[in-house]
């Protein structure tokens, strides 16, 4: 029987790839370990090799074709002795429901019944990252011009354009030059800006976190990138004890103004050591800025502004919303303030907090109450360091309720800072406690029945708002 | 103390010599110090053990509290080292940091108001001992944790070759801090990308307690740089004219675009890790036989005195070292503490 050769997943959050070459014709033999195929991810370009031996019977997806999704029977191997049988095509089948790898990134993610099933957490948090903001950013003059990109080619942008205005900033990570960034986010930089500042490092972060800020320090502006913030910890020394307090310590004279960047919070089945969101852990220290952006728009506006403080940022990314597309305004230099919440979505019935990917969460979630009824207004911290405070209380005086949402542990977290201010600042605004929905308070499991229940979804935010507003 | 090329040990005399596999610096010469230089040594390290002495004495007054680590016994070495820079250097170090920053030339008053915690300290009382820093005079800290600076001199020497300014990167750290792992890590980096450092190692035999030997699987320390390549050279860091001989063939290294250097230079500290260690892990005899035989300070004065200095004129630059140190103490006795409102500035640089 002619086995199926299905469009493979490449990479945790791989949802669909161009098959750019098939290096195979039909009729050739093959034995395990042949180059069948190219096969394009946003990410990078991979050799598709053949696992079993046969005669490849039926090619079903030409070269060139583009968006094909994972699981996807991309052409049949006869095995040895068999009649290259013609194959019937079924060149659309869905995925299997046994398909385990999550699918990541797509942007038009297709009608099938069995593609729209949710089959993991991160796969909830990926696709409510589809929601654009319901207003537009109020700081922008009415009829800009937009542009769709992804959230990934916003950061490469603000820092190329950076990178172009002022010359002491440099980018510095492991495989942030020659391999065009593990996530790709810094595609490019090496060949406009060459080696002398897009710099690749050894796999050693306490190392180069202590020389981005000792060259910060020195009056260099560095861009550290993290391959996740996971890494990060093992250079959580120097972006606390010598970046965020060197300019204290030295009563104003010695600053540290350095960008530690990467992605941040869950992936996609990548566990418990991979997945966790550190916004809680910065906003803690005094010294730091800490930004986390939900869109393309806001990542430039922000990585831009991070870029040009004075002050070292800690700025977290989320590698689900990386391919997410976004409209972001065609602006010569678009540069948002720093410390700024925003409306996502007017209401006047409920508030919900959130940031980061809990955005999309929120403004799935205010979807399903508007058909409900109730109104609420979603608001996107972007700032974790400096926090809005006025923001979230002006919007308070206006619901009375509020709800917050993190893609992240609840003890010591944003949310019960977002608590604690409500009930200090705006106590007599509240007609029912505020509800926090985040995670679970365990380690994120691997399985994905269990990585599912354990992240944040847009059910579990409408039955807290539910609860807060007594439907 | 001949520089004649003819006075070192020429090793193409040995039957077999060994033949390196890669450059090597050469070994360094006692420093040709003129009576002048000498003399200036000699203040200079005096300056630095009277300001100890007296921090010594207010931290017993309870007018200095927290940590403070002297630098007693040491002085030679960042002497030696530091009279070979020039103003394009850098100079960053761990929390024994008083001494580094009297020859960066930052004024003892500035720096013992900062130990009292005062307005008028470097930084502003917010640092203290362990934390201090001028950015105009080139010192980079004054850091707390141990090891770090060794990652941020790095750093700073990305720094000068990325602007090209010329400039050397000066990390001091003790043997306690050569066995952090950011130290190789920085060691890496530094050779790969041929950055402009000398890792000068202040081997003063005792990480807080713990004796060398007792910490180090390899304990001749200047070989640590080895796996990466790194040449290290061992310094007498009890005599001045050797550690400024070791400083000169360091920068030399160094400014030719070589790579990193490491300096261990073997020293040894008269009092306690900070003032409340009892340093119970060393014999006071141990400590006395030093005193009495490598003092650094008595060594240069030894010299003076076989050049011909006066013993009227070595006096005459102690009483003027007293004078200045005591103005000092007084000084950061008397300067207001910082204004409360100075709780909440410098947190961040900008408004947000």
């Not at chain 2, 003819?6 to 090793?11: F, S």
């Not at chain 2, 950055?195 to 070989?223: C, F, H, K, W």
């Not at chain 2, 400014?255 to 230079?265: H, Y």
Request: charged fraction near 30%; include cysteine.
């Amino acid at each position: 029987m002619a086995i199926e050769i299905k469009m493979p997943a490449l990479s945790p959050t791989m949802e669909e790839g161009t098959l750019a070459k098939w290096l195979v014709k039909e009729g050739d033999t093959v034995k395990s370990g042949d180059i069948m195929a190219e096969i394009e991810t946003d990410k990078a370009t991979m050799e598709f090799e053949a696992v079993d031996e046969g005669t490849i019977g039926k090619i079903l997806v030409a070269e060139g074709s583009e968006g094909v999704k994972v699981g996807t029977v991309i052409a049949t191997l006869d095995g040895e002795g068999e009649e290259p049988a013609s194959a019937e095509p079924k060149a659309e089948a869905p995925a299997e429901e046994t398909e385990e790898k999550p699918k990541g990134e797509s942007e038009e993610t297709g009608a099938s019944p069995a593609q729209e099933k949710v089959e993991t957490g991160a796969r909830q948090l990926f696709e409510a990252a589809k929601h654009d903001a319901a207003v537009a950013d109020p700081a922008l003059p009415e009829g800009t011009e937009m542009e769709r990109m992804t959230l990934r080619e916003a950061l490469r942008d603000a820092m190329a354009e950076e990178m172009r205005r002022d010359d002491r900033v440099f980018v510095m990570g492991e495989e942030v030059a020659q391999y065009q960034g593990a996530y790709k986010v810094t595609q490019g930089l090496l060949d406009e800006f060459g080696e002398a500042r897009v710099i690749d490092t050894p796999i050693t972060e306490y190392g180069f976190a202590g020389i981005g800020s000792g060259a910060a320090m020195g009056g260099l502006k560095p861009i550290v990138e993290f391959m996740t913030f996971n890494f990060a910890m093992q250079a959580i020394d120097h972006i606390i004890n010598s970046a965020a307090k060197t300019n204290y310590m030295s009563g104003g004279q010695m600053r540290c103004p350095i960008v530690f960047r990467g992605p941040n919070g869950a992936a996609s089945r990548v566990a418990a050591q991979h997945s966790q969101n550190y916004g809680p852990w910065y906003a803690s220290v005094p010294g730091l800025i800490v930004i986390a952006p939900y869109d393309a728009a806001d990542a430039k506006g922000l990585l831009k502004a991070a870029i040009r403080t004075d002050d070292p940022v800690v700025f977290l990314e989320n590698e689900l919303l990386y391919g997410r597309s976004f409209d972001v305004p065609k602006i010569d230099d678009y540069v948002l303030p720093i410390g700024k919440a925003r409306i996502m979505r007017e209401g006047k019935d409920v508030t919900i907090v959130s940031y980061s990917i809990g955005v999309g969460l929120s403004l799935e979630a205010a979807e399903t109450l508007a058909k409900e009824g109730i109104e609420a207004e979603v608001i996107d911290l972007r700032t974790l360091r400096p926090l809005d405070k006025k923001a979230v209380l002006e919007s308070l005086k206006k619901t009375n309720r509020m709800v917050v949402v993190e893609e992240g542990w609840p003890t010591c977290s944003i949310s019960s800072e977002i608590l604690a201010i409500a009930m200090e600042e705006g106590f007599d605004d509240l007609d029912a406690p505020v509800l926090r929905v985040t995670d679970e308070d365990v380690p994120l499991p691997y399985a994905a029945n269990l990585e599912k229940i354990a992240l944040v979804n847009a059910d579990k935010i409408v039955a807290a708002v539910k609860k807060v507003t007594y439907r | 103390m001949a520089k004649a090329p003819a006075a070192r040990k020429a090793p193409v005399a040995k039957a077999q010599p060994p033949v390196p596999n890669r450059e090597r610096p050469d070994e360094p010469k006692l420093y040709e110090a003129s009576k002048e230089e000498l003399l200036e040594f000699y203040k200079q390290m005096l300056l630095i053990r009277r300001f100890e002495e007296k921090a010594g004495q207010l931290y017993g007054l309870g007018l200095i509290g927290g940590f403070c680590h002297l630098y007693i016994g040491q002085e030679a070495v960042a002497v030696g080292l530091q009279s070979a820079l020039s103003d394009k250097d850098s100079v960053i170090t761990g929390y024994r940091d008083h001494g580094h920053m009297l020859l960066c030339g930052i004024p003892p008053k500035d720096v013992m108001a900062e130990l009292t915690g005062r307005q008028a300290g470097i930084s502003k009382g917010k640092g203290g001992s362990m934390h201090m820093f001028s950015v105009e005079h080139k010192f980079y800290g004054g850091h707390g944790i141990v090891g770090a600076q060794v990652s941020l001199g790095t750093g700073l020497a990305f720094g000068h070759k990325y602007r090209k300014d010329g400039g050397v990167a000066l990390a001091y750290f003790g043997d306690g801090a050569a066995n952090q792992g950011q130290v190789y890590e920085s060691f890496n980096m530094a050779e790969l990308w041929k950055l402009p450092i000398i890792y000068v190692i202040e081997n003063n035999q005792y990480a807080m307690g713990t004796s060398v030997n007792r910490s180090s699987a390899e304990d001749q320390l200047y070989r640590r740089g080895e796996s990466f390549r790194i040449p290290g050279i061992q310094v007498d860091g009890m005599d001045v004219l050797a550690c400024r001989g070791a400083a000169e063939e360091a920068l030399e290294w160094v400014r030719a675009g070589k790579g990193p250097i490491i300096l261990e230079m073997k020293t040894y500290r008269y009092r306690g890790h900070s003032m409340s260690d009892p340093a119970k892990y060393r014999s006071r005899e141990e400590v006395q036989a030093v005193r009495d035989k490598s003092d650094p300070i008595e060594h240069a004065k030894k010299l003076l005195e076989e050049m011909g200095v006066k013993e009227e004129d070595l006096k005459a630059a102690e009483q003027a070292i007293r004078k200045q140190v005591n103005e000092a103490a007084d000084f950061a006795e008397q300067t207001p503490e910082p204004d409360p409102a100075e709780l909440y500035t410098d947190v961040l640089v900008e408004r947000y």
